[in-house]
């Protein structure tokens, strides 16, 4: 397992990052124990959590009960200081967390306590905004998203307003290190920008979605992470699970991820297919597991700070984990090249 550092920070993370949105849902408690357990076993230092948690579905009767399970796992196991944890500020749109509305500095500072209180912690290391109160292109928002209508002033101090209250909480030794998510390259930017201009915390890693089938990051974003060294935290590697090549042919298999999100947020849709499939017949020719490949390939990248798996099964976690020992050649990576020009944006 190799570790790479959270940006600019002295925080040093597992390539793979054990990714939690199924417990509490489709994971029972004991085992998400056991997936922490044999993660923490095999070198995966870093678990990525949320308030919102679970998501397979949403619920109001579920929420945060993700982060209660790491909560029992650490006062179980002692083992807190072995595991870098990161949490997010779920933002506006759910009625059952704080009345539905955008992040505020309040909410912050509220949102941080609890998570501390429910993960029976002292210390988050890496707070993140889980997605922005403006608009953005995440969750498939991309074919319709219009910037033109944002506020430019009202940006500018919704994102001084949440660095002010992160500071605060930093401060206070309640956070370690801040970062984004589902955010913009204009959007980390000002928050770089105004951090530096202020002595306010800066960012050190962006979570967005990156797969073989969804590489946006791979334009602005990318360019911003080099030059201001943030990482990516890639999240849905494997595309929702439709990389690993369970849903082909209308599959719906009991208990998966499709069988309770139909369409899988707007990925499982019919263009996908033939990107899939290419990508499975190179997972078939070279010998390897398709969601293994996928992973692999992300663990290239560049720009990566750790890729973010989920597995319902122990056979899924094996598998995902066991994808950082994979060496893929710079053939293998030409023939992904021609697919992704083939396909360049299937979902």
């Known amino acids: 397992m190799k570790y790479n550092t959270l940006g600019r920070t002295d925080i040093s993370v597992s390539e793979i990052c054990l990714g939690t949105m199924t417990w509490g849902s489709q994971n029972s408690e004991a085992e998400a124990f056991e997936q922490m357990d044999y993660a923490l076993d095999n070198g995966v230092n870093f678990f990525d959590t949320a308030e919102l948690y679970p998501t397979t579905p949403l619920s109001p009767e579920t929420y945060a009960d993700t982060e209660r399970m790491i909560g029992n796992w650490f006062a179980k196991s002692g083992k807190r200081d072995q595991v870098v944890l990161a949490t997010k500020v779920a933002g506006a749109g759910r009625p059952y967390i704080r009345g539905g509305a955008p992040i505020t500095a309040a909410a912050v500072r509220e949102a941080v306590d609890s998570s501390l209180q429910r993960l029976k912690t002292d ?9 922005p109160n403006r608009g953005h292109y995440h969750f498939r928002q991309v074919w ?33 290190a801040i970062g984004l ?8 930017q000002k928050y770089l920008s105004i951090a530096e201009a202020k002595g306010l915390p800066r960012v050190a890693t962006v979570q967005n979605e990156y797969n073989l089938l969804y590489r946006a990051y791979d334009l602005d974003m990318a360019e911003l992470s080099h030059h201001e060294t943030i990482g990516l935290l890639a999240y849905s590697p494997l595309a929702g699970g ?3 090549g369970k849903y082909q042919g209308g599959a719906r298999p009991v208990g998966s991820r499709g069988s309770i999100n139909s369409d899988i947020g707007g990925r499982l849709q019919p263009l996908q297919e033939p990107a899939t499939k290419a990508y499975l017949d190179m997972a078939a020719k070279h010998g390897f597991d398709p969601s293994a ?51 360049p944006m299937p979902i």
């Open 293 to 343: 490949l996928a992973i692999a390939f992300c663990l290239t990248r560049p720009f990566m700070a750790s890729v973010i798996i989920g597995a319902t099964s122990m056979a899924q976690l094996k598998t995902d984990i066991a994808a950082a020992d994979i060496t893929l050649t710079p053939d293998m990576l030409k023939e992904i090249a021609k697919i992704h020009r083939t396909y």
């Open 144 to 176: 319709n998203y219009d910037p033109s209508t944002q506020d430019r002033a009202q940006a500018l101090a919704d994102i001084t307003e949440k660095l002010e209250a992160l500071g605060d909480c930093v401060k206070a030794g309640k956070i370690r």
């Open 181 to 188: 998510s589902n955010e913009t390259a204009w959007g980390t």
């Open 242 to 244: 439709i990389l690993s």
């Open 123 to 131: 210390y988050i290391d890496l707070y993140q905004i889980h997605w």
